[in-house]
């Protein structure tokens, strides 16, 4: 018997297949089924799926196919319906629609019914501040800080990824949940069911898992808008060595190039870096150097490029981009992106990426304005080798991270990252550590990151950071500022990555663009500040074996505390405290002139606070002081010792 179940009226064709445990894969589309349109999901893995008329049952999921053609899922072990098809009207648009966009392509609009209670996590990265997704219209359109990932996961026990990197948008309305395509082939959607934390693992069996964080990259990250020079960098990096202050990594940003296409060094203000290189390594530091998309007309790459359609084109008019600074002239230039859908593109890139940096000893690169950053940002009027801008543009950040990943596999890296602006389904698989965009300084900024990292968690990329301090301004002299610094570092000691970094005051631009700022190291924010920032460091150093082995279980590190507590329905209320893996609960402190925090302590454990040993049952808010020093930060029960031990020792 076929595992395939196939339903057909007129032109109309709709498929439900296995793939994976626990799940399926749904396609409809008119005339046919495209197998092998651009998508995140790898090849299914052999399941023991049965189809019997019209259900297909895999495991806990069992779906129907009603004689007109609507769909429903339900849980097999439960009974509960999980999610439906339904349409906006008893005629037309029916629950799936096809309008048609010329070229063999539609606008295409899927339906499904709503339910009061339902939330929705996941989704990408996003700065509107909410954990809980319900009631949103999110775009499906990668910007700076707007991170476009498909997935959510639901509180009715099933995720849902919409394979498809088409422009659009999702509606996750009181009267119906709607996912929109401007311009694709068909409808093509992933179902799983399960508890969150199965469903997050289902997710990444096929769309790929993440590797091994290097070891270099769960220190201290080191950065600012920006060191100038090889000396500047050097000179920051041996400061860190005379304090004795622990130091993973130091990013050497952007323009340390003649221009944009070069992928090289200004050999004026970086003339040796492979001593600069040599001298950071004999240090323990890791050197992470940006790349960018652009390609300037000025760059030695330009014209080769363009005449080997390796460009990025465009449907109507000149094949540029966005307007950027570049070479000795104070007016922007008009500059194009390389295409990183074609894979001739990524060679030719990351051949001069190797050439340049590689021989250097650099092999850990920070993959800036990767969305791509088009100004203005019409990326329906990108054209690409995977097809129109409209069709496939959310695709490019995460080819752009396949690059990278592919070739330095293929050079013997066995340790990958890349630490990426923007992703999209599967990015997670080529080492993509997301950051959160360029966010303002402020307290409010600081509460958005946390739902954000957590959404973000939730949509299947465990690496993930911030910008300690937020990059837009901050004046390390402004006592205002110290304290949003301090918390905000708090905040980043529990993040995948610990990454300080910023534009400061005061700030300098060229042509509407940073160019320079102030400073940005612990020592810059006086000496009130730099004890805490000092125990910080030290907290992250011991932390640093937990980490790895909570990140080897499969799971996000920054967990909602519902998806360790998923039968706890005061769990799923709480957006400002997470878990730090399996056993530490973590309650930022986001707010100024704070001194005590209320926290919600999970139901099914006993709760130590860190800093004064005492034990809470689970199932209650507690209210525990958070003097400037102190971030609240409690031990799940059997993890008090030789976890605790990390939080009290004494250097």
């Known amino acids: 018997m076929s595992k395939q179940l196939t339903w057909r009226q007129g032109h109309h064709v709709l498929t439900v297949e296995p793939w994976g445990a626990d ?12 197998p092998d349109l651009p998508g995140a999901l790898l090849p299914p893995p052999e399941t023991p799926a049965t189809v019997d008329g019209a259900a297909i049952v895999n495991g806990r999921l069992r779906v129907e196919i009603s004689a007109d053609g609507l769909l429903t899922a339900w849980r097999t072990d439960t009974g509960e319906e999980l999610l439906r098809e339904e349409p906006a009207h008893f005629w037309w648009p029916g629950a799936r629609h096809f309008e048609a966009a010329g070229g063999g392509t539609y606008r295409i609009e899927q339906r499904f019914r709503a339910h009061d209670g339902e939330r929705f996590y996941g989704l990408g990265q996003h700065g509107h501040g909410r954990l809980d997704q319900k009631g949103m219209v999110l775009e499906l359109r990668q910007r700076n800080g707007e991170v476009s990932i498909p997935f959510t996961v639901s509180s ?13 948008r999702v509606e996750l309305a009181a009267n119906g949940t709607r996912w929109v395509a401007d311009q694709a082939r068909q409808i093509d959607y992933w179902l799983t069911a399960g508890e969150p934390a199965e469903v997050l693992r289902r997710y990444a069996d096929v769309t790929g898992h993440a590797p091994e964080l290097p070891a270099w990259a769960s220190g201290l990250w080191q950065s600012k808008l920006r060191y100038t020079s090889q000396e500047e960098l050097l000179e920051v990096a041996r400061e860190y060595a005379r304090r004795e202050l622990p130091l993973s990594v130091i990013v050497v940003d952007y323009l340390h190039w003649k221009h944009l296409g070069d992928w090289d060094w200004d050999a004026t203000a970086w003339p040796d870096p492979q001593a600069m290189t040599g001298e950071l390594k004999a240090l323990g530091v890791e050197p992470v150097v940006s790349v960018w998309p652009s390609v300037s007309p000025l760059s030695a790459s330009y014209a080769a490029m363009r005449d080997a359609g390796l460009l990025a084109a465009t449907d109507h008019g000149p094949a540029v981009h966005a307007d950027w600074p570049d070479g000795p002239t104070e007016a922007p230039i008009a500059v194009a992106f390389y295409d990183a859908t074609d894979p001739r593109a990524r060679d030719f890139v990351w051949d001069r990426v190797h050439r340049h940096y590689g021989r250097a000893g650099i092999r850990a690169f920070w993959l800036d304005a990767c969305e791509p950053e088009t100004r203005p940002g019409h990326q329906h009027n990108l054209n690409l080798a995977a097809g129109p801008g409209a069709e496939v543009a959310n695709l490019y950040p995460r080819e752009h991270t396949r690059g990278a990943y592919e070739h330095l596999r293929a050079q013997g890296e066995t340790e990958v990252l890349s630490l990426v602006r923007s992703a999209w389904a599967g990015s997670q698989r080529y080492g993509a550590a997301l950051w959160s965009g360029d966010i303002p300084a402020t307290f409010d900024a600081l509460a958005m990151s946390v739902r954000a990292g957590l ?9 993930w950071t911030t910008d300690v301090g937020g990059f837009h301004g901050g004046d390390p002299n402004d006592p205002d500022y110290r304290e949003l610094l301090v918390r905000w570092f708090q905040f980043g000691v529990f993040c995948p990555l610990l990454r300080l970094h910023g534009h400061r005051e005061p700030r300098t631009d060229r042509a509407g663009v940073g160019v320079g700022g102030g400073p940005n190291e612990p020592w810059s924010y006086g000496p009130g500040v730099y004890p805490i920032l000092e125990r910080l460091i030290r907290l992250r150093e011991r932390l640093r074996p937990y980490l790895h082995e909570q990140l080897r279980t499969g799971l996000p590190l920054m967990r909602p505390l519902f998806l360790e507590f998923p039968h706890d329905p005061a769990a799923w209320d709480v957006d400002d405290a997470y878990l730090f893996g399996r056993d530490l609960l973590v309650a930022p402190v986001t707010t100024p002139a704070t001194t005590h925090r209320e926290v919600y302590l999970p139901a099914g454990a006993t709760w130590t606070h860190t800093d004064t040993g005492t034990t809470f049952p689970g199932g209650r808010h507690v209210t525990v002081a958070a003097p400037l020093a102190q971030i609240p930060v409690f031990l799940r029960d059997d993890a008090r010792r030789p976890l605790f031990d990390q939080f009290v020792k004494e250097e």
């Open 23 to 34: 799940s399926v894969r749904v396609r409809a589309g008119l005339h046919r089924i495209e």
């Open 156 to 168: 009715r026990g099933y995720g849902l990824l919409w394979n498809n990197p088409a422009l659009g």
């Open 455 to 463: 959404n973000t968690a939730m949509s299947g990329i465990p690496w």
